[in-house]
């Protein structure tokens, strides 16, 4: 299992540089391109152009964003479930075809969830969200053009304006410049943690569904994180036991962690076994009938 947090923290860091990288490309283009522009004679025209060129380029960025999570998701989801089997299989090795079987189905019923939009009451996709907050980045773009148009701004400080608003990592000497106040927001951003919360959610809707009809289980215990920048709803759900089909999302950028209370192992291993040698068990029969998953029994 830790091995798998492993792989999750190093996943949100390595997803984080990512798409920062992705936007500073784009900011790297458009500062080229207008390098190449004698700012004297920079017309309202050619930021309009600009505008339009950036537009492009975000678009792009977007499909290729939508494929990286999409991506991270399945990473997330399948080091789960696999943990999940690797568990159970070293338990009661002798059905591991069943095991395999059975999370295998997980998986798929959990990616389902995801890519469908419907670990969501608002039953909106990944994609739907992703398209919205690049209509946002564009409507900035826009707004920094139209209101620099109407106060008669010089267009080098228009041109500036989207400069700082586009690139990730603005330096701070643009402070100096009367910047618009749209400039300043963090442009890679919002697009993280929209990334971030939804792979967050995969990995939390994989332990549900794991834990669903699992008859070992039935609660599930919240852990959160120690640092002193856990919010006061994480510090409160700390080592809180919830009933596993009540165990509630995590907020955006949530960095909980959630353990499935399986209880003694070696007793979970003798349960196995036994049923496995024919000891009635409706718990464990149910679990299996639930994703139609056959087991081959020793007698
Ligand atoms: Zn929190």
Redesign the pocket.
């Known amino acids: 299992m830790s091995n798998f947090f492993n792989q999750r923290v190093k996943t949100e860091k390595s997803l984080k540089r990512e798409i920062k990288a992705a936007y500073k490309r784009v900011a790297n283009k458009y500062i080229k391109r207008l390098a190449t522009v004698n700012p004297d004679t920079l017309t309202y025209e050619y930021l309009r152009q600009s505008a339009k060129y950036l537009e492009k380029e975000y678009k792009q960025l977007t499909r290729e964003l939508n494929k990286t999570v999409e991506k991270n998701i399945k990473k997330t989801v399948e080091g789960y479930t696999q943990s999940q089997l690797e568990l159970y299989t070293s338990l009661c090795p002798v059905i591991s075809k069943s095991w395999e079987d059975m999370f295998v189905r997980i998986n798929n019923i959990v990616l389902n969830q995801i890519v469908s939009g419907n670990m969501y009451k608002d039953k909106i996709k990944l994609s739907s969200r992703l398209w919205g907050n690049n209509k946002e980045t564009i409507k900035t773009i826009n707004l920094i053009l139209t209101d620099g148009f109407t106060s008669k701004k010089n267009s080098k400080d228009i041109a500036k304006d989207l400069e700082v608003f586009v690139n990730p990592d603005y330096l701070k000497e643009y402070e100096l410049f009367t910047i618009h106040p749209k400039s300043k927001n963090k442009i890679d951003f919002s697009a993280y943690r929209l990334a971030n919360t939804y792979i967050n959610h995969a990995y939390q809707t994989a332990t549900k569904e794991c834990a669903k009809h699992n008859p070992f289980v039935e609660t599930i215990t919240w852990v959160?994180g120690t640092d002193g920048r856990?919010?006061d709803?994480?510090a409160s759900r700390d080592g809180q036991q919830f009933k596993k089909n009540e165990v509630p999302l995590?907020?955006p950028l949530?960095r909980?962690t959630l353990i499935t209370d399986v209880g003694d192992l070696d007793q979970v291993a003798k349960e196995l076994k036994d049923w496995v040698n024919g000891k009635p068990n409706t718990g464990l029969d149910d679990w299996f009938k639930a994703y139609d998953v056959n087991v081959n029994k020793v007698v």
């Open positions: 959160s856990v919010c709803i994480c995590d907020h949530g909980c």
